[in-house]
């Protein structure tokens, strides 16, 4: 899908303007360059990458795609070489747009990128085949409510990803508990989110902060069905239940409903 390295590259130029966008968060290949070699965790994030990749068709034939929290684009560049076709990417950090404007025009590989909040995804026009939510819920101070947002917008595939704390094992519980059942609280596998109040690796952006039962509640609370956990941080999802009576979760909320 990229093109081959034009014949006059200028290898000088293209590594200064790598370094005058600022510091990167996706260590891309632009066409041998790359943007951040000395990421803190290794080459990111192809290392998530290789390990959900075989979860998505190596052919998306013209597949619609977007991605929320996209910053340089790595994952639109990806699915777009799979032969996606409208592919757009979401952010609301203006280095990381430029970033990726930068990146694709470099690869020579069109995709679009728009300054849009999480929080105004619903505003979108239609629905999309694949939607790439990764990186960012932890970096919310309403999780629930982008979430239910994205899922008025999935028409396939939700690619989710969240940095995870605390206990890392699947249990099933009750329905139901009875108010004086305060055992359940102190058990570390119990579904439960941590609030940051102040700073987490020195971002005040880091708000909560879910073990592995809350990140799989909480995706099945908004009408999804698991369909595979190919990395200890990443889920593959379907949409399930995502209307009752014709209306979204998030609809009946807003209303008073459920």
């Not at 799979?82 to 020579?108: C, N, S």
């Amino acid at each position: 899908m990229s093109a081959s390295p034009p014949a006059n590259l200028d290898r000088t130029a293209l590594s200064r303007r790598v370094h005058e966008l600022g510091d990167w968060f996706h260590n891309l290949d632009l066409h041998g360059i790359p943007t951040a070699p000395n990421h803190f965790l290794g080459d990111f994030p192809n290392i998530k990458w290789r390990s959900i990749c075989n979860h998505i068709p190596s052919d998306l034939n013209g597949a619609t795609v977007l991605d929320v929290g996209c910053n340089a684009g790595f994952y639109c560049i990806e699915l777009k070489r799979r032969g996606a076709g409208r592919v757009l990417g979401i952010d609301v950090d203006d280095r990381y747009l430029q970033q990726a404007r930068f990146a694709a025009e470099t690869l020579a590989i069109e995709i679009e990128f728009q300054k849009l909040s999480v929080y105004d995804v619903d505003s979108l026009p239609g629905q999309f085949d694949f939607i790439v939510f990764m990186g960012v819920l932890y970096h919310l101070r309403y999780p629930l409510l982008a979430l239910d947002k994205i899922v008025k917008k999935l028409a396939g595939t939700l690619i989710f990803q969240t940095m995870i704390r605390g206990s890392q094992q699947q249990r099933q519980w009750a329905d139901d508990y009875s108010f004086w059942n305060k055992e359940i609280f102190v058990d570390p596998d119990f579904p439960a989110a941590y609030f940051i109040e102040k700073n987490y690796a020195g971002d005040p952006t880091n708000w909560w902060i879910p073990n592995q039962g809350a990140v799989e509640g909480m995706l099945r609370s908004s009408g999804l069905h698991i369909t595979a956990h190919p990395e200890e941080e990443t889920w593959i999802c379907k949409p399930g239940k995502v209307t009752r009576d014709g209306n979204y979760i998030l609809d009946l909320e807003m209303q008073g409903i459920l």
